[in-house]
Each structure stands twice: as C-alpha cells, then as structure tokens.
T-cell receptor, first 115, second 111 residues
Framework: DAMVIQNPRYQVTQFGKPVTLSCSQTLNHNVMYWYQQKSSQAPKLLFHYYDKDFNNEADTPDNFQSRRPNTSFCFLDIRSPGLGDAAMYLC??????????????FGPGTRLLVL | SQQGEEDPQALSIQEGENATMNCSYKTSINNLQWYRQNSGRGLVHLILIRSNEREKHSGRLRVTLDTSKKSSSLLITASRAADTASYFCATDRGTGNQFYFGTGTSLTVIP
C-alpha cells in the first residue's frame, strides 16, 4: 500500500545532542511537510518542500533544518535539541494539483523525548 | 495567529448520539478540510469542502461551511466508540499546498 513512513516511532535524545528524524513516501507526491505537534495542540508547520524547493516558516527556529535528497525521502535535523523541542513530529505529503484542493497524507509521527 | 479556533475543546457523548464540532477561521479561504487524529498517531483526511459549497456529506459525516461567518461545522451522526479521536479543521493559505490547522476538538464516545 502507498504510504508515508516515519522512523523511528520513538526517539530519545540528550539535551544538545543532534538528532535526525526520517520520513519516506511511496506516494510519489511532490510536496513534503514537517510539522511539530505538542500535547493537545494543533500541528505547527515547520517547513515544506515543493519538489526540491525548500520553504521555511518564518517562525521556525534555526535549530531545525531539513534535507530532501530525492522525491521519496525527507529528513528533519535538530541541531541542538532543547527540552522545549520534545514533541510529536509529523511528516506529510501532498500532490500539488494546482487547483487549491490538495489533501495531505500523514505518517504516524515520531515522538521525540529530550533528556 | 492565523490558526483556526475549534469548539468545543473536548466533547464526550454516548455511543449512538450525534457529535457536532465547530471551526472558525480568520482569512478568506479556497477550501476547508477536516482531519482526524487517533491518540499518538498521524492525521487522516476526512473531507474537503470548497469555498463555493455550503454543505457536503460523506458517510456519517456532514460538513457545513459559512464563508460569511468564517466558520464550519462537522457533524458525526450515530457515533461509535471507534470515532473517539481528535478532530482538526485545516484551511488553505491561498497557495494551495500550505494549511493552517485549528486547535482541535477531542471527542470521546462512550460505549
């Protein structure tokens, strides 16, 4: 089945230790997103890729970086995780239809714990 | 913030009852979508309603949209315990591939 896969499902890291979260998709969608979701809050868009074009949200901290080496894979790098970065990180994809009706397909998320 | 607001924040009903949740947003939209999130999981798309539509149905789901009031509602009829989840509305930003998510409604359906 076509899907969005995130690994690992749970990630524990130490304060200040770089961590990378992975996302892959078999949907061949050209748009990929990373969201941060804290407990009982709405998903907050960090950035997205439109094909290879990177689009950063204005309020995304510099501590968060992303790479998209090919259509299928996208990575979220947190250079120096702080306690406030503990959250669920959601990867999503969509196919740009050019008609403003794109829906997003989400992965199961990676829950990050910072010790 | 451009995020939508949803109410109620939490809703608890008995199985078989109907559940209604509301979403209000701030800017003009092309479409509004509803997503569902089971605890600790990713979001799943439920339904999309265009700005020129007033009502849409999908199975037990009924969505309405009032662009003059910048609000939408999601009705789940004949609820089931499996409907227990958080429900989020999402509005486009006009670019077609970016969205604002609302604050969500946590629905609990008691068997």
């Amino acid at each position: 089945d076509a899907m969005v896969i995130q690994n690992p499902r749970y990630q524990v890291t130490q304060f200040g230790k770089p961590v990378t979260l992975s996302c892959s998709q078999t949907l061949n969608h050209n748009v990929m997103y990373w969201y941060q979701q804290k407990s009982s809050q709405a998903p907050k868009l960090l950035f997205h890729y439109y094909d290879k074009d990177f689009n950063n949200e204005a309020d995304t901290p510099d501590n968060f970086q992303s790479r998209r080496p090919n259509t299928s894979f996208c990575f979220l790098d947190i250079r120096s995780p702080g306690l406030g970065d503990a959250a669920m990180y959601l990867c999503a994809t969509s196919r740009d239809l050019g008609v403003g009706e794109e829906t997003q397909y989400f992965g199961p998320g990676t829950r990050l714990l910072v010790l | 913030s451009q995020q939508g607001e949803e109410d109620p924040q939490a809703l608890s009903i008995q199985e078989g009852e109907n559940a209604t949740m509301n979403c209000s947003y701030k800017t003009s939209i092309n479409n509004l979508q509803w997503y569902r999130q089971n605890s600790g999981r990713g979001l799943v798309h439920l339904i999309l309603i265009r700005s020129n539509e007033r009502e849409k149905h999908s199975g037990r789901l009924r969505v309405t949209l009032d662009t003059s009031k910048k609000s939408s509602s999601l009705l789940i009829t004949a609820s089931r315990a499996a409907d227990t989840a958080s429900y989020f509305c999402a509005t486009d930003r006009g670019t077609g591939n970016q969205f604002y998510f609302g604050t969500g409604t946590s629905l609990t359906v008691i068997p």
